[in-house]
């Protein structure tokens, strides 16, 4: 069974440039989270998607953005980059009954540096 | 406020020694804690959960609600066990929503 697949898995972007980061849960899985791993300040909770809508946030500014599709894959988008955002983001996915299991299966991650 | 403290970044042993990975939290309901563990090279992975109240390649964790700690633990550590460790809490009525702590580097040496 294949995991929680991200792309791309590393890019390079300039400060005010916008940057597209794609996820793809497992099979079956209608939740997907984001989350943001800057150095030395651990995994930050970024965005929930369940079923298609937003479900919950961060505490992160408007420029971060993202959307779930019918597939269940989703996007995160962030706009006008800036340098404290260059770090590792991570998608994680999860079944409807993550109550139960409490486990989020993670992907390996986009790491992205903004120059 | 939610919050997960791992106070030591790096825990440096030898194989055999007994290995306690701290883990504080603060929460006003009634918190359900993880522990995540990302071997060098793999994929940030599910360990144990306290609700199971298992025993997973001999690390154990209970909770302390007293104390509020949820510390991980193991009496003989392996080569194999050094990695990244993180604590994590979910959120009530916030699906799977985990705020984790900012990770221990165990470090296991021969």
């Known amino acids: 069974e294949a995991g929680v697949t991200q792309s791309p898995t590393h890019l390079i972007k300039t400060r005010g440039q916008q940057v597209t980061l794609r996820c793809s849960p497992i099979?079956?899985?209608?939740?997907v989270y984001w989350y943001q791993q800057a150095l030395g300040l651990g995994l930050q909770f970024l965005l929930w998607y369940d079923e298609g809508e937003e479900r919950n946030r961060g505490n992160f500014p408007p420029r971060f953005s993202g959307r779930q599709f019918p597939n269940y894959s989703s996007e995160l988008n962030v706009n006008a980059l800036e340098l404290e955002d260059s770090a590792l983001y991570l998608c994680?996915?999860?079944?409807?009954?993550?109550?139960?299991?409490?486990?989020?299966?993670f992907g390996e991650g986009s790491r992205l540096t903004v120059l | 406020a939610q919050r997960v403290t791992q106070p030591e970044k790096l825990l440096s042993v030898f194989k055999g020694a007994p290995v306690e990975l701290k883990c504080n939290y603060s929460?006003?309901?009634?918190?359900?804690l993880f522990w995540y563990v990302q071997y060098s090279r793999q994929r940030l992975q599910l360990l144990l959960r306290h609700i199971s109240r298992e025993s997973i390649k001999g690390f154990t964790a209970d909770l302390n609600k007293g104390e509020t700690s949820f510390h991980l633990k193991k009496p003989f550590a392996q080569e194999e066990d050094s990695a990244m460790y993180y604590c994590?809490?979910?959120?009530?009525?916030?699906?799977?929503?985990?705020?984790f702590g900012q990770g221990t580097e165990l470090s296991v040496k021969p």
């Open positions: 994680a996915s999860s079944l409807l009954s993550f109550a139960r299991t409490g486990e989020l299966f």
């Open positions: 099979s079956g899985h209608t939740s």
């Open positions: 929460y006003s309901g009634s918190p359900e």
């Open positions: 994590a809490l979910r959120v009530y009525n916030q699906g799977g929503k985990l705020i």
